[in-house]
């Protein structure tokens, strides 16, 4: 068979595995915070000012491809948070009509937030017990970023896969 048919074989190649993350960003049970999250996803936020209309807001959920946006005054202070749930729940209620309300009607205006130094899982358990998916990441009473339940997900699950590498070519090497 032609070399160029054959899968790879365990010693073939002496190069080093590609990783996402280092040793010491996922080893060390102390670094593994939002801050390291969003050093890699950014801290750009979507925002809206709570008079505008639901109808607007829904038009940039579907253009950002988000599910949730983060409510602030004038001066960027948060003011609450609107989810696609929020949306489709005041939906089924009263309709079409819903397209006309303001954002400040349907927001929820008690947010959950986070501390850029809080540790991932921590803020993965308060987004289950409290059965939402979006936290806005607050550093002294600014908004610096949101992180999503799938942002978390992800970033625990490459954290994992690269412990259980690290661990694999301990035992092996």
Known sequence: MPSSYQ????????SPHDVSQSVDSNLAKAVSTVA???????????????Q??????????????????????AEGALQGI???????SKLAEVGAE???????????????TCDPDER???????????????????RDGRLIGLVSIGD?????????????LKMKQMIVG
């Open 152 to 164: 978390l997900v992800n970033y625990r699950l490459r954290e994992l896969e690269y412990e259980a």
């Open 98 to 112: 819903v397209l006309s309300l303001s954002v400040a009607d349907l927001m929820t205006r008690e947010v959950t």
């Open 7 to 14: 899968g790879k074989m365990r010693r073939d190649s002496a």
């Open 36 to 50: 390291n999250l969003l050093e890699k996803k950014g801290g750009d936020v979507v925002t809206i000012r709570p």
């Open 120 to 138: 991932i899982i921590a803020i993965l358990q308060k987004m289950t017990d409290g059965r939402f998916r979006h936290v806005p990441v607050i």
């Open 82 to 88: 609107l989810s696609e749930r929020d949306v489709v």
């Open 52 to 73: 505008e209309t639901i109808a607007h807001a829904v038009a940039t959920l579907r253009e950002k491809r988000i599910g949730a946006i983060v409510v602030t005054d």
